[in-house]
């Protein structure tokens, strides 16, 4: 122990009694949590209402204010490029725990994939907010590709030794058709992205596959 200006410092305590190191732990904590809160929040409300849905939206589904938006994110690019980065990991995180906790890998992958769509809505969006030919957009292009195709990889394997899925099929060829499948250039209601995803995914399954 040692002393500062005459007091101890292991006695510093904040006006609450509490002491100061893990009163600065605890604030820390509180703003990793209403970070998390509203970077979840932001992400629904993108893939329900597009990138340029209203803030106060956002803030009001995280259950904060205004401020508490503007504070961690001080623009909208620096939002949804949080929300780009989160999702990733979130895909990236969720592939081996479906490969773990389902019975086929094929669900596995299945699964993985409505996650992956409900991502690249997101994606598809940050062109609105970040310059395509910008070196940040080419740096979260090579992220998302870095965190996963090595997922997909895991996924496609798995399906293949499980003999659900034909062999041959390459990671960055499912989810670049995927994408591709993701894009839309209208809001036409005749267009149902997912029901053409779920007949690409048909035609790779092996025949005998249920």
């Not at 006695?11 to 509490?18: I, M, N």
């Not at 929300?83 to 992958?109: I, K, M, Y």
Request: charge should be negative.
């Amino acid at each position: 122990m040692f002393r500062i200006g005459g007091v101890r410092k292991d006695s510093v305590v904040t006006s609450t009694g509490e002491p100061r190191s893990e009163a600065a732990r605890s604030t820390r904590a509180d703003a990793v949590r209403s970070r998390e809160k509203l970077l979840a929040a932001a992400g629904e409300v993108f893939v329900e209402s597009g990138v340029d849905a209203p803030v106060r939206e956002i803030a009001a589904r995280a259950g904060v204010g205004m401020g508490t938006v503007y504070r961690h994110f001080p623009t909208r690019a620096d939002l949804v490029v949080a929300v780009f980065r989160h999702q990733v990991e979130e895909c990236a995180e969720a592939g081996p725990r479906l490969l773990a906790n389902t019975d086929s890998p094929l669900s596995a992958l299945r699964q993985w994939i409505d996650l992956f769509v409900d991502f690249l809505v997101t994606k598809h969006g940050l062109a609105h907010s970040v310059q395509p030919e910008s070196s940040g957009f080419s740096a979260l292009h090579t992220f998302f590709l870095d965190r996963l195709l090595p997922v997909a990889g895991e996924l496609l394997d798995a399906a293949v030794e499980a003999g659900e899925v034909r062999d041959g099929i390459h990671p960055y060829e499912l989810m670049r058709g995927i994408g591709n499948l993701c894009i839309a250039p209208d809001e036409d209601p005749r267009y149902d992205p997912r029901r053409l995803i779920g007949l690409l995914l048909e035609g790779i399954r092996q025949p005998q596959a249920s």
